[in-house]
């Protein structure tokens, strides 16, 4: 199976229906023109409406789908989720193109006004949702014959592991279960036959057996450090995580019945927000950061000339930081230090540091110095709000002392979040674990209202000079 490949499948049936709905939807118009059913009606129908209109409603449709968060992950979507989505989509649609693009009908008659808005609602849901559902029962039917999988691998041998599999066998049409993994000398409740190998050489194993999804079997013995080390070794491989709740997961409420039936799992690599909220927020950052690399153009060419007049070196400063799912990007920012001041061995900065350059001590106070990171949120490295990217080198150390931090790898990081606001400059490692604590705080209450909050605050911060 080749997400991407199914992703395009789904988006070229939505441009086919879009087409479809705006087709039957003139049809309709032209009928009730030709029959004068609600009067004499006079809209435009010249070559130029049909070729604007054809081009415009399509992309129109993508986009609302989009934010509705249907393109996320659609093949395991549920018939109940495809219906409401459409559903959403179809009203979003129907209202906007007769209150946003101001059509005029109500001018004429009141009732043609509702009446076209029901239909256009009408076409827009069968017909979308029509060709969905075929594609929905393809999808269905290749997972039940097995053409296609998600091949699942169990951490664990104990009890726990051996109830998961169990569950997993019978709920599931579409996951295949490999094996279990064994966790050193715990002890194993699981037939031999079954164990495909060590947590050792768990690189080998999800390579060898095309592993798309793993659920870490965890008994109540198990401590954090260990659950949180295993975390750690499998981020990297862009697989979905999942992990048996205990009782402080289901106390919480972290626990959530997944697609598989009957198994509570919790998840560590979908993000806390539903579909829908992960779309807009992504269509938030690239229109954001857009406008605001457009627009602070010549604020960027200055702050570019003062930092080279002012000191050597190179205007703008590179960076490798760990974003989401614990892989390295590039972070750009205007550098505010004199060339060579780490010398290779990296520093924490503080607010009387006098690596800092006259310039660079302005733009840190009213952090300035990250502007250049818009460019980073537009590539989708990171996003307007999520907690600050931080080195390997610091992770190491912040992890050494809170294990959990591994649990921001399943956002991207962010320009601003509960951390920077609260802690501002972290020169100390205890700053460091401080300022994590309220990123995790938000990573568990993720929404775009929280994210407003965030901003917010952070403009308040901007305008008060408090960036240090």
Request: glycine fraction near 6%; charge should be positive.
């Amino acid at each position: 199976m080749n997400e991407r490949v199914l992703l395009r499948k789904f988006i070229l049936f939505d441009i086919i229906s879009s087409i479809l709905v705006w087709v039957s939807f003139l049809a309709f118009r032209k009928l009730i023109n030709d029959f004068s059913l609600f009067g004499e009606i006079s809209y435009p129908m010249d070559a130029s409406y049909y070729i604007l209109s054809f081009m415009i409603f399509p992309c129109v449709c993508l986009l609302v789908h989009y934010l509705t968060g249907f393109y996320q992950s659609p093949h395991l979507h549920t018939r109940i989720f495809n219906i409401l989505s459409t559903f959403a989509a179809s009203a979003i649609l129907s209202v906007s193109v007769f209150v946003f693009l101001k059509i005029g009908d109500v001018t004429v008659s009141l009732k043609y006004f509702y009446i076209s808005m029901f239909v256009l609602f009408l076409l827009i849901m069968f017909i979308s949702l029509l060709f969905r559902t075929l594609l929905a029962n393809d999808i269905r039917q290749k997972f039940r014959t097995k053409q296609w999988t998600i091949n699942t691998l169990i951490i664990g041998t104990g009890d726990t592991a051996l109830k998961t599999s169990m569950e997993l066998e019978k709920n599931s049409d579409k996951n295949t279960f490999i094996g279990f993994v064994g966790l050193g000398r715990m002890v194993s409740n699981v037939p031999n036959d079954k164990i495909v190998g060590k947590l050792a050489n768990i690189d080998q194993i999800i390579k060898s057996h095309n592993i798309k999804e793993i659920i870490i079997a965890a008994e109540d013995s198990m401590d954090e450090k260990t659950l949180y080390g295993i975390f750690n070794q499998l981020f990297k491989y862009n697989i979905t995580i999942q992990f048996t709740p205990r009782l402080h997961e289901i106390i919480t409420g972290s626990a959530k019945i997944n697609q598989m039936g009957l198994i509570p799992l919790v998840s560590i690599t979908n993000p806390t927000m539903s579909n829908w909220e992960t779309s807009v927020k992504r269509s938030i950052d690239i229109l954001f950061s857009s406008l605001s690399l457009l627009l602070l153009s010549p604020l960027l060419i200055y702050i570019m000339v003062k930092i080279r007049m002012e000191s050597k070196g190179s205007s703008f400063y590179r960076q490798e930081r760990i974003g989401r799912l614990g892989k390295p990007f590039t972070i750009y920012k205007f550098r505010t230090m004199y060339q060579g001041a780490e010398n290779g061995t990296p520093k924490l900065s503080s607010p009387n540091d006098d690596r800092i350059t006259p310039t660079g001590r302005i733009l840190r106070k009213y952090r300035m110095d990250e502007i250049p990171q818009f460019w980073n949120i537009l590539k989708g490295d990171m996003s307007l709000v999520g907690p600050r990217p931080e080195r390997q080198f610091f992770i190491d150390k912040i992890s050494s002392q809170a294990p959990y931090y591994c649990l921001l790898y399943r956002i991207r990081p962010g320009l601003t979040s509960w951390g920077p606001i609260k802690v501002g400059y972290t020169d100390t490692l205890e700053k460091m674990i401080n300022r994590l604590n309220f990123d995790i705080i938000y990573l568990e209450n993720m929404s775009l209202f929280t994210d407003v909050k965030i901003l917010i605050y952070t403009i308040e911060i901007l305008f008060n000079g408090k960036g240090v």
